[in-house]
């Protein structure tokens, strides 16, 4: 080897070292957990969809109207549980953003 090559050996191995010790500090994600950020995800999103089309279906119930309460809380229901899924989703990103910010640091 020549003299530069044995410096950028060293270097290349002590990289790779720490980036396997920090893999062994990292928790473990399995595909388990992005599963559990799916359900997270539906459960947001159909949770208000259906509270909203039962809220419709009561008040058209009750109310006559020419237009359908069960569509305009199934719609505003459905936009709400996508915020939710945003905010959710959002979360999960900015916590794995962190990881690896503090991972390089």
């Known amino acids: ?6 410096e ?9 070292e ?17 599963f ?13 969809a259906v509270l909203g089309a039962l809220l419709g279906i009561w008040l058209d119930s009750k109310f006559s ?13 459905i936009g709400l549980g996508a915020l939710n899924a945003w905010y959710w989703i959002r979360k999960e990103g900015n916590e794995i953003k962190d990881d690896n910010h503090q991972e390089n640091n």
């Open 1 to 6: 080897m020549k003299p530069g090559e044995n």
């Open 8 to 16: 950028k050996f060293k270097e290349t191995v002590a990289e790779k």
């Open 18 to 34: 720490d980036r396997k010790i920090k893999a062994q500090k990292r928790p473990i994600r399995s595909i388990w957990f992005g």
């Open 36 to 48: 559990s950020l799916f359900g997270i995800v539906g459960w947001s999103v159909m949770v208000p």
């Open 65 to 77: 109207s020419q237009y359908s309460w069960t569509l305009s809380f199934l719609v505003f229901g």
